[in-house]
C-alpha cells in the first residue's frame, strides 16, 4: 500500500480514485458529422438531428454516451442543448474544458474538428470545400434567424453557419468563427454546397 493509501481514510482513497479516472477519460465527446441525412438543412428538427448524431456515435463505438447536435432554433439555444463539457474529439484531443471556454477560444480547427470516424473535413482550398457547418447560432451559442425553419426545410430559406477550419474570405472574426460565420444561400443540399458546405453540424455527448 503506498504512502498516500496509509494517510487517506478507505472512503477517501476509493474517491480520489473515482475522481483520477474520471479526469483521465479523454474517450470522444465531439465531433462533425461525417455526412449529413442527405435532405440539405431538412434534418427532421432537433429530434432528427439528435437521432442523427447517435447513429454515427453508434457506428463509431461511442453510443453508450447522450448526442445531441449542436443547432439552435427560434425557441432553443444550442449552447443549453449540449452539457458542461469537457469534450474531446475522436482523437481524445481536448476540444474545450467547458460551455463558457467553447464560447471563447475552444480547439477547434481543421486539425482537430473530426468527424466520429476520426478523419478531417475539408476545408477551404481543398475540393470540395465542406467547411460551413449547419449551427443557426451566434457567436455564444444563442439562437440566430437563420434556421431553416428549425431545420424542416430544404428549399428557400437560409441557415446559419460556421467555419471548422477557421478561415473565410477576409480576416476578421466572422470568417474565423466556429460556430457564426455567414447565412448559405438556400436550404437545399444544393445551395448549402454553393457557399462551402455539405450540410454537416457538430455533435457534443451530453453526459
Not at 35 to 50: F, H, V
Amino acid at each position: 500500500m503506498t504512502t498516500l493509501a496509509k494517510t487517506l481514510s478507505g472512503a477517501a482513497f476509493v474517491a480520489l480514485l473515482a475522481t483520477g479516472a474520471a479526469a483521465q477519460d479523454t474517450s470522444m465527446s465531439f465531433f462533425i458529422t461525417s455526412a449529413g441525412p442527405g435532405n440539405g438543412a431538412d434534418l427532421g428538427g432537433l429530434e432528427g438531428a439528435d437521432a442523427h448524431c447517435q447513429q454515427l456515435a453508434e457506428a463509431a463505438g461511442a453510443g453508450g454516451k447522450t448526442w445531441a447536435a449542436y443547432l439552435s432554433t427560434s425557441d432553443t439555444n444550442a449552447r443549453d442543448r449540449i452539457g458542461s463539457g469537457p469534450w474531446y474529439n475522436a482523437a481524445g484531443v481536448l476540444i474545450s474544458k467547458d460551455i463558457d471556454e467553447l464560447h471563447a477560444d475552444p480547439n477547434i480547427n481543421k486539425q482537430t474538428g473530426l468527424t466520429e470516424t476520426g478523419d478531417q473535413v475539408n476545408g477551404r482550398g481543398d475540393s470540395p470545400n465542406r467547411h460551413d457547418i449547419l449551427t443557426g447560432s451566434n457567436a455564444d451559442g444563442t439562437a440566430a434567424a437563420q434556421t431553416c425553419d428549425d431545420w424542416t426545410n430544404s428549399g428557400d430559406g437560409s441557415a446559419f453557419v460556421g467555419h471548422h477550419d477557421r478561415i473565410g474570405l477576409r480576416d476578421d472574426a466572422p470568417s474565423k468563427s466556429w460556430n457564426a460565420s455567414h447565412p448559405s444561400r438556400g436550404c437545399s443540399q444544393d445551395a448549402l454546397r454553393g457557399t462551402g458546405g455539405d450540410g454537416l453540424f457538430y455533435c457534443f455527448a451530453v453526459n
